[in-house]
């Protein structure tokens, strides 16, 4: 393991925290800008989808539901490339990919097919550039990893504003087909970008390696099979499941799921990503219940969004505290927000619904550029990517589970009121 963003040639060094690695958080602005904040402009082409194709909302609202999905849900699979073929290599592939999911759209002609293109293949391409460009940022940081997160992240929520009134230019001056063709030009620069993410080969990752072939060489028929005639098979089915673990142990740090700490953080994060979206898709309708017009509600969300901007911006100004560590921080953080939400229902009014929208987005927000330093001091800074893979994953589940099963609770909540 240890063979994220390494560089062949040199010998290893500690993270620099600082120097060209600005230059990697500048790489992770763009980055973050062309996914997450083409991501969260989509929604201008919906209704135009929705009209030409003659399907429901629900039916046009389920591409933004894959690539979501598909950005976590591989985000091992991105983990495990950058291991096996270095981050630079990975992050400009997926920005290849995701412009050609825009580029293939040119010829849809169902719906289907933006469900292939716009969907699966953006957010394939999105899951390799972003969660690999994140691990490497943790890779050049130590005390500076904060910021330098702040920095990457914060590049989705400016461009969450910038684009939409963009799209909607272009979908009128050269239709919705030659809007998504400017917009895969617009993605492919993280191609570019992505070269910046220059290879660094950490004393970590030496050690680790050291470490790993000392176990292989204590052990030497755990990655063969015994040369005995007459062999138990319960023997061979373990042989076999040890090479089978060795395999994948080369790609991707399994070891990480061994480790109570790290464990304990996975399931934190899962119930984490399970409520993270919630308040962002049912508050609109429950200011809709308490009489509040059209325009008001929505611009809910928008105050929300300047909460996320002011809340990634500013986190980076946190100080390190020996005794109040990152993962510290992110814990207090999602507490603060899971005790907000406690008096989500006590906000009956329009007044009271911004307030609680601005606060929960300054801590949304804040979440995170911390949730990724988090990952680094758990983890390791030589094992991030199979970290970062590893949670993403388990993010995305709770993602994709939380807004349908509170759902039904939330909207019979709804109906109560009115």
Known sequence: MGT???????RPVDPPDGGWGWMVALAGFVVSA??????????????TWQDYFSVTAAETGLIQSIITGVLN???????????????RVVVMAGGVISSAGFLLSLWATSLFHLYVTVGFLTGLGYSLSLITTMATIGRYFTTHRLRANSIAA????????AFPPLFQYLMDEYTWRGALVIIGGIVLQVAGFGAL???ILLKGDVTADKSSENVQESSPQSSR?????????????YS??????????SVIDITLLTEPRFLVFCVAVFLFGFGR???????????????????PSAFLLSILAIGDIIGRASVGLLPEWPKFRRVDQYAMNTFLMGFITLFAPLAKTYATMAVYSGFYGLLMGGCVPLLYSAIAEIGGANRMSSALGIIMFLRGIGNLAGPPFSGEYSFSQIKEVI
């Open 225 to 237: 099979f015994p040369d005995k005639i007459n062999v138990n098979v319960t023997t061979e089915k």
């Open 154 to 161: 914060i590049g989705a929520s400016f461009m969450s504003f």
């Open 34 to 47: 062309c996914s997450y904040g083409v991501m969260r402009s989509l929604g201008v082409f919906f209704v």
């Open 197 to 199: 993410e220059r290879p």
């Open 277 to 295: 979206f919630v308040p962002n898709i049912y508050i609109v309708p429950r200011a809709r219940a308490f009489g509040v017009e059209e325009y």
């Open 4 to 10: 994220l963003c390494r560089r062949k040639p040199g």
């Open 73 to 87: 849900l591989a985000a091992p699979i991105a983990g495990a490339l950058s291991n096996r073929f270095g981050c």
């Open 240 to 249: 076999l499941t040890k090479v089978i673990l060795g395999k994948i142990s």
